[in-house]
C-alpha cells in the first residue's frame, strides 16, 4: 500500500472562496439587527462567563429605547427649566448651553447613546466582575424616571 503524502503549500493555505466574516465588523453588527444567530452561549459551560450576542431579549432593546427617550425629555425640560430661571449644575452641559440649545441636546444625545450601544453589546457581562450590566440598565432607567419626575415636579411650581 503506497502513501501519498501531500504537501501544503503555505501560501495556498487559505482554501475559502468568500469573504471571511469576522473581518467585517460593521456588517455583521448591521445583520444582526435582522437576523440575529447568537441567542446564548455555545456550550454550557461558557454561559457561566461573560458572552457577546447578537440577540437581545426585548426587555433590553425597550429599556435602551426608553433611556434615549429619557435622555431627550430630560434635555427638553432641562430647558424649560432654565428658561423659567434655573440653573444647570452639570459643569459639561452648561459649557454646551453657552454654545447653544442645539449643541446642549446633540451633546447630550452624544454622550448618551454611544454608551448605552456599549451597554447593550456587553449585556451578558458584569462591571467589576460583579454588578451584571442589565442590572445597571434598569437602574439607569429607573434613575431617568425618577430626574424626569423631578424636573416635572420642579416646573409645576414656577
Known sequence: MQQHLHHIDSNNFEQRHVPDRRTQHLKAVFCSLYKARRRSARRQEAAKQPFYTDFYESWVGLTVLAIVCLSVTDAMLTLQILARGGTEVNPLMAALLDISDGAFILGKLAITVPCLFIALVHINFKVLKVIP??????????????LVSYQVTLLAGY
Do not use: D, Q
Request: hydrophobic share 65%; with cysteine; proline share 0%.
Open 133 to 146: 450590566m442589565r442590572s445597571i440598565l434598569v437602574m439607569l432607567l429607573l434613575l431617568y424616571c425618577g
